[in-house]
């Protein structure tokens, strides 16, 4: 059976949705928010990173350009959910052609997760879960019970003063280095992780929480009307 795909209108529709589904009531989706969305994946289609120092792991972060035949391209939910990173990444201060370059390596590996992290429980929910229920998940302690942690964190390590680097690469001193992202599965090994990291190795982190954003993506493309192109509202 086919993947199922969307239309542009339908992803916008379900990214607004999914960013403000506990601050917003309405159906329209502002045009500064389309423009954004837009930009990314021009971006992504016409950024050269072949002189990268590590090979990248996708030709592109979110959607490849439409064929000459169809004009318009058919999104995947994996493809609108890597979407919904790139915002995050906008949100918390990096620039565009960052984003792209990061989502570029974070592609694969985000790819391969999704379904999982669409299986339950659920985090849009805003519920907890005993962890004797789902024994294959991580868990955290709380209130002396311990609870099933389908969270999925990712550190990402950006040096914006490459003279601080003790090997800084040839020609690379006006970029800012991007390390390699760390995933960590619950919160737990997100303070293990943190812990090994600060403040001996780096006193500055991002970090993400990106299953409860697969799991509202999905939720909202479900419940995606068809959007014509110059049509924004539903």
Same mark, same amino acid.
């Given at each position: 059976?086919?993947?199922? *795909?969307?239309?542009?209108?339908? #992803?916008?529709?379900?990214?607004? =949705?999914?960013?403000?589904?506990?601050?917003?009531? *309405?159906?329209?989706?502002?045009?500064?928010?389309? *423009?954004?969305?837009?930009?990314?994946?021009?971006?992504? =289609?016409?950024?050269?990173?072949?002189?990268?120092?590590?090979?990248?792991?996708?030709?592109?972060?979110?959607?490849?350009?439409?064929?000459?035949?169809?004009?318009?391209?058919?999104?995947?939910? #994996?493809?609108?959910?890597?979407?919904?990173?790139?915002?995050?990444?906008?949100?918390?201060?990096?620039?565009?052609?960052?984003?792209?370059?990061?989502? =570029?390596?974070? =592609?694969?590996?985000?790819?391969?997760?999704?379904?999982?992290?669409?299986?339950?429980?659920?985090? *849009?929910?805003?519920?907890?879960?005993?962890?004797?229920?789902?024994?294959?998940?991580?868990?955290?302690?709380?209130?002396?019970?311990?609870?099933?942690?389908?969270?999925?964190?990712?550190?990402?390590?950006?040096?914006?003063?490459?003279?601080?680097?003790?090997?800084?690469?040839?020609?690379?001193?006006?970029?800012?280095?991007?390390?390699?992202?760390?995933?960590?599965?619950?919160?737990?090994?997100?303070?293990?992780?943190?812990?090994? #990291?600060?403040?001996?190795?780096?006193?500055?982190?991002? #970090?993400?929480?990106?299953?409860?954003?697969?799991?509202?993506?999905?939720?909202?493309?479900?419940?995606?009307?068809?959007?014509?192109?110059?049509?924004?509202?539903?």
């Amino acid at each position: 059976m086919a993947e199922k *795909t969307y239309g542009r209108g339908q #992803v916008e529709w379900a990214l607004w =949705r999914s960013f403000g589904r506990a601050h917003f009531n *309405t159906e329209d989706v502002p045009q500064i928010f389309r *423009t954004r969305i837009k930009r990314l994946l021009e971006i992504d =289609r016409d950024i050269d990173l072949s002189d990268a120092e590590v090979p990248l792991e996708a030709d592109y972060a979110f959607a490849p350009p439409p064929s000459v035949e169809s004009g318009d391209v058919a999104y995947r939910a #994996v493809d609108a959910f890597c979407l919904a990173i790139a915002l995050d990444l906008l949100d918390a201060g990096f620039k565009q052609a960052e984003v792209v370059f990061l989502m =570029r390596y974070l =592609r694969a590996e985000l790819q391969k997760r999704f379904p999982k992290l669409l299986a339950a429980p659920s985090l *849009t929910s805003r519920q907890s879960y005993r962890a004797q229920d789902y024994p294959d998940l991580p868990s955290y302690e709380q209130g002396g019970r311990r609870y099933a942690d389908r969270r999925l964190f990712v550190i990402l390590q950006k040096v914006e003063l490459t003279e601080i680097v003790p090997r800084p690469l040839p020609g690379r001193h006006a970029k800012p280095i991007i390390l390699e992202p760390v995933f960590c599965e619950g919160v737990e090994a997100l303070t293990e992780a943190l812990h090994d #990291v600060m403040p001996t190795r780096r006193r500055a982190v991002t #970090v993400l929480e990106v299953a409860a954003t697969a799991q509202a993506v999905w939720e909202f493309l479900a419940a995606a009307p068809i959007i014509r192109r110059g049509r924004p509202k539903s």
